[in-house]
């Protein structure tokens, strides 16, 4: 017989076996997912849940496609938590501390309680790239950033009701617009195929016969 | 973490490392890929196949489970729904929120249209979300769009469709420009340079990466975008059927509210199928690396309308799904692991193959070894090693956690450290090849007014993919459907609606004697223990 253990989902108690995620032991226990499931891969922060263990005192945050379920826990998910993005368009903004402010202002209002860093699931320093954001240090808070999967358990435990997820993603898109040095040589090609330049060439190798291609597929050089 | 058995083979792979990193393992010619892919692919395996019975495929194989889903009626068969009291009326319908639907609707709201997007679950719950490697682009000095097309078509077995591979290759570097001004933050040299690695089947270093959340970074960047130009996106909401008008013309779609079990009607003068994939379907018992969402949906709703499609019957197994522990069983294990120098070793230690063969050469190798006992036993089959620890001698000490982080984390949090030890890997099915058939501007050529665009296309790649052309696909014929479907929305002018291609189809079924009980679309998978 497998190794069950007891779970509590939304406090019914289910047994399941002992190896299953939190996600497939709501499936094992007969629940049809529709909300608090996407990618089951740990990519999409659609299964944000949160669970105590029977006779702790700990509340934890976790994805339930990432975690193991153990006996004792006591689960919720949190099909959906409202995170507040502000509209904005992108080519309007300047990368810097006062686009922040005016974003986002709440941020200043942290109290510095690093309950957002304690409940993120993808163990990112979240208090931290917070900070740097304050102090308009957008590459730090878009690197420090860059792992989350905005699930939003930062954002549910906040006593500043900050949507930490919304943050980080306006620093990096700022980042990746604005700050980062630009790549000449993905503008010189852009430059170089609407001129024309590899039409007649593409046309030419659009034509050659299929055992033409197999020669110069199979003894192309290729890189080291 | 490990078993017994594990860890004495892990002293044999410790034990060859050395000398296995002096010399690169030889690349196989055409007639040893071919050979290996004969015996070895599951594409050729005939028991997962059934023969198409009806439609404009009629005769052709498929999956069974996409056939199963073919030969089954539509759920409004018997619903009587109102056509004339649409609750949306737009100039642009887009079905599916991934990267390739959220790009065409980005797109067509730039050319001015009134669009929108429907999706099942949420806006950026999509394969591309998952995408970690990269996105290849010919735009190095060394490189040139004509490379790029001679990889492409000849990993895909010379089956590409030239005037789509075209627009893909010569589209490439536009598209990395259009993200990065959206704010993608790709990997970069200090002087700007991008950092690009080789793929499986890459001539030249062409996979640009944002680490290993490639398509996350670019998915979370595009829906911003959608969202932030106020772009409609009704979630939770699945197009269930194609609406057609008296003319031929596709008119909208019926919807479902997947919460309330309410539907709905749209009303459009154009629409884009941007549903993506199939892994959810698990062809032939494979795990998949797709996301909840990925049954086929675009493929069926198309058919039924009469669509063709091509390929249909070429996947994609992608060589290194997670072997184990069973909790990520068929997770996604980046081709990065090995642009970045990881070896694909055997019980034995021996490093069988070259790791960067094309992926359906890679997985056939990998079946290989296991089926002929040289695979190492996991509690749920078996694999081979990856052997990861060398990207650390390669690239020095934090090579791993610089440019795989996600892959280090998903490992760590079942204890296995992939700095130290090697990891079990074995194919996932991870890519529909096939799809809807299109013409070079993104149009079926059997509807009017109806697109395609992203995984639900068939054509692009041919009968294999190389890595990072398909986050390259969402976006290029993404892009190109959204400006196509708004050019035309100008012109068209609907007649009345109809849902007769349903009765139609029924007929057909009957007629073929088929009396398949389920439904299709599936919409999702059916993973509750007594759905099973």
Redesign the interface.
Known sequence: MENLVNVYFFGKRYQVPGDLTIMTAMEYAGYTLTRGCGCRHGFCGACATIYRIKGCNELKTCLACQTQVQEGMYIASIPFFPTDKRAYEIKDLKPNQQVMMELYPEIYSCIGCNACTKACTQSLNVMQYIAYAQRGELEKCAEESFDCVSCGCCSVRCPAEISHPMVGLLARRLVGKYVAPESAHVYDRVGEINRGEYDALIEQVMQKPISEMQELYNTRDIEK | MFTENMLESIKKVEASRAARMQTEPRRM??EEKSELLKAYHPDYRAEGFAEIKIGPNKGQKAPLELAQLLHSNSRLLNENINLDNPAYDVDVLVIGGGGAGASAAIEAHEAGANVMIVTK??I???NT??AEGGIQ??????D????H???A??GGH?AAR??LL?RL???A??A??WL???????D?E?????VTT?GGGT???RMHAC?D?S???IM??VR??V??R?IPVVE?TSAVELIKDDKGQVAGAVLLN??TGDYLVAKAKTVIIATGGAGRLHYQGFPT?N??GATADGLVLGYRAGAPLLYQDTIQYHPTGVAYP???FG??VTEKVRSLGAMLVNKDGEAYAHPLETRDVSASAIIRECANGKGVDTPLGSGVWLDTPMIEILGGEGTIEKRI??ML??YL??GIDMRKVPILVYPTLHYQNGGLEIGGEGFTKAIPNLLVAGEAVGGIHGRNRLMGNSLLDIIVFGRNAGKAAAAKAKTVTLGKPNLDHIQAYAKELEQAGLNETGVSPLL?P??????K
């Open positions: 010619t055409a679950l949420r950026g719950d999509a979300m998952m682009a010919a735009d190095k000095p060394n040139s769009p004509v490379q097309y001679l990889d078509f000849g010379f030239p005037e075209r290759v010569m589209e570097p536009d990395i420009r990065n001004e959206l704010g993608v933050m790709f970069k200090e002087d700007g340079t991008m080789h001539s030249r270093k680490k959340y398509g996350a970074e979370r960047t911003d975008e969202i932030n106020q939770f997947m919460e690396s996301h909840y069973s909790q990520i997770a996604l982080p996600a984390r998903m949090n079942y999702l059916k993973y509750a223990r007594h759905e």
